[in-house]
């Protein structure tokens, strides 16, 4: 018999949160991952916005996931003595004519907690040209993803929980009371691969739609802020003159090269709003896992039971893996139902064909 129950392929951020969640819940797991076979939460940005800019509405679910992640990840910082969440406002620079929708928005109920109108950007040093005006979303968060998963790494090593290696699809053998791999015995099985999925042969068939993304790090010697500004590309001050700015959506070149045509758009976007000195220190380019109907998936094939995934995290998995990582936990320990909304049952007929 095997010591562990639950085999999990992957460390980004969906396999890092299952593994926290399955150690709450006393369920004992190896973590199988390759670092670096895939990146995107290496390089996210760790931004948690609930509001969607471009429509300035509520994202699915989003209050409740936005909550729920807040909570998973303070209780981390507790347990791990590590500071990695940040309470951070969003200055969004106004186009034309965008003041009166967000007026308009932030009398409907829900919306007023988050939106603030009168910020003038007047402290703003040197000035930020926005000559429409800022709306304010306040009391966002962003995660240290890089401290995060180095924190969790630590852990699992610790713990006995991780293996750093590949895992080999056709060496993986489905048995009568679950799976063997490598001589040993799992009951459940989770791929939390991130874009590699498209590789898998049990999963394959789901309408992936992955998006290439680029991120540039600045040194900013002049900005002083302590907003992340924001005009269709957003700049999050990370403190000591340090900035993060991104990020691209590229849905044809899937290689995870950083580009220059993706840095020089970086660049541009950055410069019809801030002119100043900027040194960039680095370039980083990762691959969102996301789905054609961008909403998560996690749960068990339709056919094979006990295989499970957990993708499609898109470009907000900061705050969507906790509760979802939550629910799959439950889920493996029996005390949850399918989840019809992220079910990969929803696209079953894909997986049955
Ligand atoms: C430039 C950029 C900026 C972003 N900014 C933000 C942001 O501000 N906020 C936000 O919420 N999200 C952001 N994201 C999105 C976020 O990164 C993703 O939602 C999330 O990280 C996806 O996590 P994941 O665990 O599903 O996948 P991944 O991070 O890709 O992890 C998959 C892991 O599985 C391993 N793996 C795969 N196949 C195998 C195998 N066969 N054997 C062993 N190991 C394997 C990979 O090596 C990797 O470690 C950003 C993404 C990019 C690219």
Redesign the pocket.
Known sequence: MSQYKVLI????????ILAIQLSRRKIPFLL?????????????????NPIVFRYLTLGWRSVNLFNQAIGFYRDFEAESTRNLLHQVDVARILGEGERIQWEKKSQLPGFGNWIDLNFSGKDLMPPVEAPHGFGLLRNLA?LD?EGFLHTVREKLYHDNSLIE?????DKLRCTVSGFEYEQQQFDQLVF?????AIDNPWFKELPFRPV????LRLFIPKLRTGFVLSKDVFLLPIGDGMFKL??TFDWNDLSNEPTMPGKRYLLDKLQTFYKGEVKVVDH??????AMADRRPVAGEHPVIKGMYI??G?????????PAIGSFLADKLAGISTEDDEISPSRFDHDLRL
């Open positions: 392929v992957g460390q980004g951020l969906a396999g890092s199988l991952d390759k670092p670096g076979y895939t990146v995107s939460s290496g390089v996210a940005a760790g931004m948690m962003w993803v290696g590949f895992f080999s699809h939390c691969e991130g874009h590699r290439k993304g680029e991120l991104g990020a980083q380019a990762g691959i969102r896992p957990f993708n995290l898109g470009a907000k998995g900061v705050m969507l893996a």
